[in-house]
């Protein structure tokens, strides 16, 4: 079971990425998957999640209207796509699941037991 996160990068306030995470070993939406994140000197906070009937049932007031999750089974992936980033974006982005959870909400608000490795995001002028 593997969590491969990619597509982080430096970028300039305002400035768009895409988060990639591909999955190997299980399929993506059986459990529910998610995006979190970690600011330098921080605990890790959620960002978005996907059930497993791909509904979105949690949104932190830092991501409305600027970050979106998806996924694409043929590619076994889930994605990130976040606009308008802001330097306190900044922070490395994980990948994760908990195979005992179907529930974006339930995922977001615990504690994953699997992990992707992250890939950091770097909002800077």
């Known amino acids: 079971v593997q969590l491969q996160a990619s597509g982080g990068g430096l970028v300039q306030p305002g400035g768009s990425l895409r988060l990639s995470c591909a999955a190997s070993?299980?399929?993506?939406?059986?459990?529910?998957v998610g995006w979190f994140r970690q600011a330098p000197g921080k605990e890790h906070e959620a960002v978005l999640c996907l059930s497993t009937n791909n509904d979105i049932t949690y949104y932190p007031d830092f991501v409305k209207g600027r970050f979106t999750i998806s996924s694409d089974k043929a590619k076994n992936t889930v994605y990130l796509e976040m606009s308008d980033l802001r330097p306190e974006d900044t922070g490395v982005y994980y990948c994760a699941t908990d195979f005992a959870q179907s529930s974006s909400y339930a995922l977001c608000h615990g504690r994953p037991t699997n992990w992707g490795q992250g890939t950091l995001v770097t909002v800077s002028s």
């Open positions: 070993g299980f399929t993506l939406n059986r459990p529910a």
